[in-house]
T-cell receptor, first 114, second 114 residues
Framework: TQLLEQSPQFLSIQEGENLTVYCNSS?????LQWYRQEPGEGPVLLVT?????EVKKLKRLTFQFGDARKDSSLHITAAQPGDTGLYLC??????????????FGQGTILTVHP | EAGVTQFPSHSVIEKGQTVTLRCDPI?????LYWYRRVMGKEIKFLLH????????ESGMPNNRFLAERTGGTYSTLKVQPAELEDSGVYFC????????????FGSGTRLTVV
């Protein structure tokens, strides 16, 4: 069974602080996606990374894909209360039997206090 | 563009009863996925349709679960008979192509088996 370890599970910070969320696996991904989920809603795609070493920025969010495509990180600069939510990483493993199957991490619940 | 629609949003049934969940994907999206999140666990893949064909059903827990996608449009997921451990949030997602294209998720159906 392929596992995607996401950490930390919980993060409680003050407005203006920086934070990083990590996703790690022992297996290689063909692509990895980051989602954000609000209560009562489904996950909403933030970004997809495909190439090893790739860095993508979305305003104050920076996403990085490891060179070996086994890990990824999400960094938020100067967090705001509006960033509060559940962040999920999800990957498609290289060589998997199903090109469409996403494996999710357990998620990081972020709370940003004013 | 209408999003992915799931209904019901909530369902409470007794053990042994039958429940049918429905998903209407975004029009034109050939790929349709079912995922489930059991309390305290990560979101897990159930199955993947490409049009009306099952591409991968490796995540289906057992033969009490039956998924169909008539005419390659909407999909249903039937649980018969329901057991307590089937409780969770069932998400449907669709995409025009497989990864690295991101998915659009529905808001989910919260199923409680009592």
């Amino acid at each position: 069974t392929q596992l995607l370890e996401q950490s930390p599970q919980f993060l409680s910070i003050q407005e203006g602080e920086n934070l990083t969320v990590y996703c790690n696996s022992s297996s290689v991904f063909s692509s990895l996606q980051w989602y954000r989920q609000e209560p009562g809603e489904g996950p909403v795609l933030l970004v997809t990374v495909v190439t090893g070493g790739e860095v993508k920025k979305l305003k104050r969010l920076t996403f990085q894909f490891g060179d070996a495509r086994k890990d990824s990180s999400l960094h938020i600069t100067a967090a705001q209360p509006g960033d509060t939510g559940l962040y999920l990483c999800a990957g498609v493993y290289a060589g998997g039997t199903s090109y469409g199957k996403l494996t999710f991490g357990q998620g990081t619940i972020l709370t940003v206090h004013p | 563009e209408a999003g992915v629609t799931q209904f019901p949003s909530h369902s409470v049934i007794e053990k042994g009863q039958t429940v049918t969940l429905r998903c209407d994907p975004i029009s034109g999206h050939d790929n349709l996925y079912w995922y489930r999140r059991v309390m305290g666990k990560e979101i897990k893949f159930l199955l993947h349709f490409v049009k009306e064909s099952k591409q991968d059903e490796s995540g289906m827990p057992n033969n009490r679960f039956l998924a169909e996608r008539t005419g390659g449009t909407y999909s249903t997921l039937k649980v018969q008979p329901a057991e307590l451990e089937d409780s969770g949030v069932y998400f449907c997602a669709s995409s025009p192509q497989g990864p690295p294209y991101g998915y659009t998720f529905g808001s989910g159906t919260r199923l409680t088996v009592v």
